[in-house]
Nanobody
Framework: VQLQASGGGMVQAGGSLRLSCAAS????????LGWFRQAPGKEREFVSA???????YYADFRKGRFTISRDNAKNTVYLQMNAMKPEDTAVYYCAATREYDSLFQVLGYDYWGQGTQVTVSS
């Protein structure tokens, strides 16, 4: 599976962005998908995940602001981010795995996109 993330950019605090991650391959629907982010000088951290069956998971910090979704017909996973804060500034990565026991961890994923920069100004 090859992943291509897009949709990053610069937004003011309180604004919104929608990230997209397009995947290659004909078995996209079999994969569990995740979003992670990495701020400068920090470790990559879990943001959200969606299983093959649509079950979703979120990091505590998102507090209702982020929504993950997938469109299997388009081989794409999305991350809608609302009410954004300066601390959301990071490079956001999408990832895919057929496994489901480590969806909150970087090591739980086999395939990674290249990352897209998100910058939130105050």
């Amino acid at each position: 599976v090859q992943l291509q993330a897009s949709g990053g950019g610069m937004v003011q605090a309180g604004g919104s962005l929608r990230l997209s991650c397009a995947a290659s391959g004909r078995t996209f629907g079999d994969y569990n998908l995740g979003w992670f982010r990495q701020a400068p000088g920090k470790e990559r951290e879990f943001v959200s995940a969606i299983k093959w069956n649509g079950v979703t998971y979120y990091a505590d910090f998102r507090k209702g602001r982020f929504t993950i979704s997938r469109d299997n017909a388009k081989n794409t996973v999305y991350l809608q981010m609302n009410a954004m804060k300066p601390e959301d500034t990071a490079v956001y990565y999408c990832a895919a795995t057929r496994e489901y026991d480590s969806l909150f961890q970087v090591l739980g994923y086999d395939y990674w996109g290249q990352g897209t920069q998100v910058t939130v100004s105050s």
